[in-house]
């Protein structure tokens, strides 16, 4: 009885323990349930000093999931040079008084436009 206690304490001071069961995608995770796992995790050092993308980063190394990386899609620039040409489209279906063209390219500017701010956002978190 005592040498299979003795056989556990020995697995766990090697660091043979198993990790900590994920139970909802990393990136799902708050910062504080982030840092709980990686707390358990003695590979990981400086938890409390990481942001929640460090964090994640650790775990996946620890846990080995590959990280792929984010699409972007086209640039700030091609962005806004298409929002330039809906714009004008829709300015000419209007005069014209061609309303379902001119809501269409109404519409596709506005979608443009939310995909530079999701844009400048990522490019503040990198």
Same mark, same amino acid.
């Given at each position: ?21 994920? @139970?909802? !995608? ?5 910062? $504080?349930? *982030?840092? /709980?796992? #990686?707390?358990?995790?003695? =590979? ?33 620039? @091609?962005? !806004? ?5 809906? $714009?004008? *489209?829709? /300015?000419? #279906?209007?005069?014209?008084? =061609? ?28």
């Amino acid at each position: 009885m005592e040498e299979v206690k003795n056989q556990e304490e020995a697995q766990v001071e090697e660091g043979t323990k198993e990790l900590p069961k994920l @139970e909802k !995608k990393l990136e799902k995770m708050t910062i $504080k349930e *982030l840092r /709980e796992i #990686a707390l358990q995790i003695p =590979e990981i050092s400086g938890v409390h000093g990481m942001n929640k993308e460090e964090l994640i980063s650790a775990l996946k190394k620890v846990y080995g999931i590959k990280e792929e990386p984010k699409k972007v899609g086209a640039s700030m620039r @091609e962005i !806004k040079a298409k929002i330039k040409k809906f $714009k004008a *489209l829709a /300015e000419e #279906a209007k005069k014209n008084k =061609e309303w379902e063209k001119y809501e269409r390219y109404r519409k596709l500017a506005s979608k443009f436009k939310k995909r530079t701010r999701k844009l400048a956002k990522l490019a503040k978190v990198a």
